[in-house]
T-cell receptor, first 110, second 113 residues
Framework: RKEVEQDPGPFNVPEGATVAFNCTYS??????FFWYRQDCRKEPKLLMS???SGNEDGRFTAQLNRASQYISLLIRDSKLSDSATYLC???????????FGAGTILRVKS | DGGITQSPKYLFRKEGQNVTLSCEQN?????MYWYRQDPGQGLRLIYY???????QKGDIAEGYSVSREKKESFPLTVTSAQKNPTAFYLC????????????FGPGTRLTVL
């Protein structure tokens, strides 16, 4: 089983739609979680950290479910500019290494 | 400006040649990382370092070497032993706290002809 798994997509959605991605992780000792965004042929950039209580940043909401070992990202009112690959990232809690999922492709169309 | 720089952005090399990719950061981060990304794939960890003069192998270290002589610098050498070196190489850095954000450089796209 992979340490971090994501549905690769692509998710093709119209502008204004709400879309959600899930990501599962295998190590129950994992302590910190992040969502990164990567545009085509560019470096990944932090979108948001994921806190135990869940957190929201504008149109983006991240949630953590420790019992089921998954994190989620919800995007409301999708914009064309949201089209990108979204990477789920987990700190396994040892070696200070982050493990990256392979990413979920989102395409927002007008 | 604070950040991570990688050079060059694009690099072409002939098969059998060693090549060194540069990574410099002025964020005062202790930890630095090298990843490789192939088309349509996730990031794979090559090497990482949490302190000067020390580094550890990641998941795909074969055919690569690194050094960490200064806190700010973590160059990666792609040797001729790396069987399939053409890829997008990303350098990253972060602090040592578990919740610290990891920042990436703009990447170097290496093509071996």
């Amino acid at each position: 089983r992979k340490e971090v798994e994501q549905d690769p997509g692509p998710f093709n959605v119209p502008e204004g739609a709400t879309v959600a991605f899930n990501c599962t992780y295998s190590n129950s000792a994992s302590q910190s979680f992040f969502w990164y965004r990567q545009d085509c042929r560019k470096e990944p950039k932090l979108l948001m950290s994921v806190y135990s209580s869940g957190n929201e940043d504008g149109r983006f909401t991240a949630q953590l479910n420790r019992a089921s070992q998954y994190i989620s990202l919800l995007i409301r009112d999708s914009k064309l500019s949201d089209s990108a690959t979204y990477l789920c990232v987990v700190n396994l809690g040892y070696g200070n290494k982050l493990v990256f999922g392979a990413g979920t492709i989102l395409r927002v169309k007008s | 400006d604070g950040g991570i720089t990688q050079s060059p952005k694009y690099l072409f090399r002939k098969e059998g040649q060693n090549v060194t990719l540069s990574c410099e950061q002025n964020l005062n981060h202790d930890a630095m990382y090298w990843y490789r990304q192939d088309p349509g794939q996730g990031l794979r960890l090559i090497y990482y370092s949490q302190i000067v003069n020390d580094f550890q192998k990641g998941d795909i270290a074969e055919g690569y070497s690194v050094s960490r002589e200064k806190k700010e610098s973590f160059p990666l050498t792609v040797t001729s032993a790396q069987k399939n070196p053409t890829a997008f190489y990303l350098c990253a850095s972060r602090g040592l706290a578990e919740t610290d954000t990891q920042y990436f450089g703009p990447g170097t796209r290496l093509t071996v002809l």
